[in-house]
């Protein structure tokens, strides 16, 4: 069955329906979801690891309301049953392996029993993955990040929908690639100036043309799990 194309942010907004909720983004880089979320009428509250990686998101707020806090998905810094819905978008993937499960059983006792957690990750397939891969490969940690949602009831998580869809990544040249990239970890930067002539030719086979000269269009398949907090 053909995946409908859709946006992360518009997903979201379909199975958590966040007005008037307190939604927690995990690993909430840049902040542009904890700002979707402040406009759609949510509380939001952003973590990162450190004051360091929370400063852009800060510096963007523009006085939308949002808290930040430091924190680690596997040791939130939050009281039990706190928050309405917590969100890992994109980000379950990059937590070490072996704390995944422990990320999602955190997640659990945030939100108490009757709270959500949902997660959207991207899937090992597509054009953008193609190219992704030659700067870091993600396939096994995306599939550790499947198995660890695979376990969720055991940390008394059980999914309640499961959603797959398809979203468009278009990108100025080769140089935006580049600042995403390394905007998720900024080690990627030596990696792709070592193989710079490699992800070129490649970031000019794969996707679509865009609509301004240079652009490239490129498609990323998706998973939603929004998962009930119930007994544990």
């Not at 980000?91 to 072996?98: I, K, M």
């Amino acid at each position: 069955m053909p995946r409908e194309a859709s946006t992360d942010v518009a997903i979201l907004a379909r199975l958590v329906q966040p007005r008037d909720k307190a939604v927690l983004d995990i690993g909430c880089g840049g902040g542009a979801l904890v700002r979707e979320l402040a406009a759609a009428g949510a509380r939001p509250l952003g973590i990162e690891i450190s004051d360091e990686q929370l400063a852009a998101a800060r510096d963007a707020d523009g006085g939308s309301g949002a808290r930040y806090l430091v924190g680690r998905a596997e040791n939130l810094p939050l009281p039990d049953a706190s928050i309405d819905a917590a969100v890992f978008m994109r980000t379950l993937h990059h937590v070490p392996v072996a704390d995944m499960l422990p990320a999602l059983a955190e997640a659990r006792r945030v939100v108490g029993e009757g709270g959500v957690v949902y997660v959207a990750e991207p899937l090992a397939e597509g054009d953008f993955f193609t190219l992704t891969s030659l700067v870091e490969d993600e396939r096994e940690v995306r599939a550790a990040a499947q198995r660890a949602l695979a376990e969720a009831p055991r940390v008394g998580l059980a999914r309640a929908t499961t959603v797959e869809y398809e979203v468009s990544i278009t990108l100025s040249d080769v140089e935006a690639f580049l600042r995403r990239t390394a905007s998720v970890d900024p080690a990627r930067a030596a990696v792709f100036e070592a193989r710079r002539a490699e992800i070129t030719a490649a970031f000019a086979d794969l996707g679509v043309p865009g609509e301004r000269p240079g652009e490239r269009r490129f498609v990323q398949p998706m998973r939603a799990d929004l998962l009930a907090a119930g007994q544990r």
